[in-house]
């Protein structure tokens, strides 16, 4: 079946970088496009940005640009997803998750990996 | 403050029917679909709904979804104990370029 396995949690101090994993099985990783979402404490899901099948190509969403670098590595089927600069509010778990249809990008996630915790203190 | 507004809570008893709204603009729900998540207490979100009306693969039919101008609803019939979780609603927005959620919605059933 279709799996996201993610990388384990990270602590970072304060301006400090951080760079989360998320290894594909299960179908064709060239072939569809990964984005990332974040979720802080107790609040909904926040969309971070998406890279398409090649990795060629990404689009990030405003309040990351030139903060977010998203990456894949097809010889290991594996994407990534590096935030910069941090601070307390990027305390959050961060999702990859798929856009379902081969070549497609509908801005519709299926299925999730399993969530990576960031947590940024000092 | 999220660019969808859904209720923050909602509740019914085991076998009612209970409905939650997604209230949007011209730029995201007016103009694109909308898709809906379920996030069960300490796990990933799961894709619910799509296209507005569409039910991946494996969710039961007793869920539906709806769509009508600048507003969609998630709508839960023969609510069961396992269908407490929270549901979010999303849609892309062409204006600020970007997918935006609702800030979702806890469901009780009581």
């Known amino acids: 079946q279709v799996r996201l396995v993610q990388s384990g949690a990270e602590v970072r101090e304060p301006g400090a970088s951080v760079r989360v994993s998320c290894k594909a099985s299960g179908y064709t990783f060239s072939s569809h496009y990964i984005h990332w979402v974040r979720q802080a404490p107790g609040q909904g899901p926040e969309w971070m940005g998406v890279v398409n099948p090649t990795g060629k190509s990404t689009s990030y969403a405003k309040p990351f640009q030139g903060r977010v670098t998203m990456t894949r590595d097809t010889s290991t089927s594996t994407a990534y997803m590096e935030l910069t600069s941090l601070s307390s509010e990027d305390t959050a778990i961060y999702y990859c998750?798929?856009?379902?249809?081969?070549?497609?990008?509908?801005?519709?996630?299926?299925?999730w990996g399993q969530g990576t915790l960031v947590t940024v203190s000092s | 403050q999220s660019v969808l507004t859904q209720p923050p809570s909602a509740s019914g008893t085991p076998g009612q029917r209970v409905t939650i709204s997604c209230s949007g603009s011209r730029s995201n729900i007016g103009s694109n679909t909308v898709n809906w998540y379920q996030q069960l207490p300490g796990t990933a979100p799961k894709l619910l709904m799509h296209?507005?009306?569409q039910r991946p693969s494996g969710v039961p039919d007793r869920f539906s979804g709806s769509k009508s101008g600048t507003s969609a609803s998630l709508a839960i019939s023969g609510l069961q104990s396992e269908d407490e979780a929270h549901y979010y609603c999303a849609a892309w927005d062409d204006s600020l370029s970007g997918l935006v959620f609702g800030g979702g919605t806890k469901l009780s059933v009581l």
């Open positions: 296209t507005d009306t």
């Open positions: 998750t798929r856009d379902p249809l081969p070549f497609q990008r509908y801005n519709r996630f299926d299925p």
